[in-house]
Every structure is written in C-alpha cells, then in structure tokens.
C-alpha cells in the first residue's frame, strides 16, 4: 500500500520555526515520531497531525486548498488567554501581576520561555532577567512564584538556579505564538 503524502506549507516560516523551537525545548528527550508530526502540525497552527491530515483528505473529489485555515485547538481557552494577554505589554513583558492564580501561572509560563534552557545562572543573574520582562517592580516574587511551581530549581543556598524542562500548557503556547506572528508582520 502507498503512504498518502500530506502536504504542509505555512504562511510565517519565522513564526513557524520559533513555535516548533519552544515545542521542542519543553518536551523532555527526543520525540517520537508521531509526537514530532504533532509537534510540526501545531507550530503550523493546526491543532493536532490529524487535523492536518483531515485538511489534505478529498471533500466532493477535491482536496481542501492549501491555505486551508487550521482547525482551531478545543483545548484552547479564548477568554483566558485574552485575560493573560491584558497582563502584558507589546513586547511581553508583564505589566502586573495577575489576580487570578490560573492567569498567574501562565505568566509564569510566558516568563518562563524567556529562561535559557540547560545552563546554570546565579541569582543576579535570574533578578536581571525577571526585571526586564516585567513592569511592576517585584522580581522576587516572580523569581519565588517560579521555583514554587517547579518551572525553575534552585540549590539549597539560592546560589544556583536552572531552568525545569517541562511541556508547556497550550494557553500559554498559544500566547507566544500569537506574539511571534504579530512581530513577524
């Protein structure tokens, strides 16, 4: 039997390869194959590899366009995105801390992409990082807030602090990704 080959083609190649860059960072390990499809498909903008594959399929003996519009995640929250993208400014960076401590988490998440995977910093370090991607004065608790989560570890003495490699929540991916193609154009 033939494979059916599934054409992708996207609008933002930039936009594109820095979803696909933080899809990639927060997975632990190398994907599978099919996690790896998953993975192409949602920095395309497509909500799964099977929604890709559903838009190639033929509709009354004529395949979809190309340019077809990605069929939209269900597991995407319109109203909690749009209430965590009011706690930030254009540049991302958060302009207050958010009431609601699920809208405080996916901050954190967003403050969280900003963080060099894989490398040691010193306390100094994360503080000047905090300082210049938030507007309202406390890095500190921005810096507690995210090792209480478990998105950063630190040593005992506070000396050391990495990054934790996780999987982002779809929110906040959603968020970054909608920033990166706004900046694109």
């Known amino acids: 039997m033939s494979r059916k080959l599934i054409p992708l083609q996207v609008s933002d190649t930039s936009a594109f390869a820095k979803s696909l860059r ?3 960072s927060a997975h632990e390990g ?15 903008g497509y909500g799964n590899f099977q929604s890709l594959r559903a838009q190639t399929d033929l509709v009354d ?9 990605p069929v939209a ?10 209430r965590v993208q009011r706690s930030f400014d254009q540049q991302l960076r958060l302009i207050r ?18 963080i060099p995977s894989a490398r040691e910093m010193s306390e100094k370090e994360v503080n000047a990082l905090l300082r210049d991607r938030h507007l309202f004065g ?9 090792c209480d989560l478990g998105l950063m570890r630190r040593t005992r003495d506070g000396s050391v602090y ?3 490699e996780r999987s982002m929540p779809i929110n906040a991916a959603t968020i970054l ?3 990166s193609q706004r900046q694109a154009h």
């Open 61 to 69: 003996g004529e395949a979809l366009p190309p340019t077809a519009a």
């Open 177 to 179: 990704r909608q920033h």
């Open 97 to 114: 801390w958010p009431s609601r401590r699920m809208d405080q988490i996916t901050a954190l998440w967003i403050l969280w992409s900003y």
């Open 162 to 164: 990495q990054r934790a």
């Open 30 to 44: 190398l994907p599978s194959h099919l996690q790896f499809l998953n993975m192409l498909a949602r920095a395309a």
């Open 138 to 146: 406390d890095h500190a608790l921005l810096r507690r807030e995210l």
């Open 73 to 82: 995640d269900p597991a995407v929250d319109r109203k909690h995105i749009d």
């Open 22 to 24: 933080l899809q990639l």
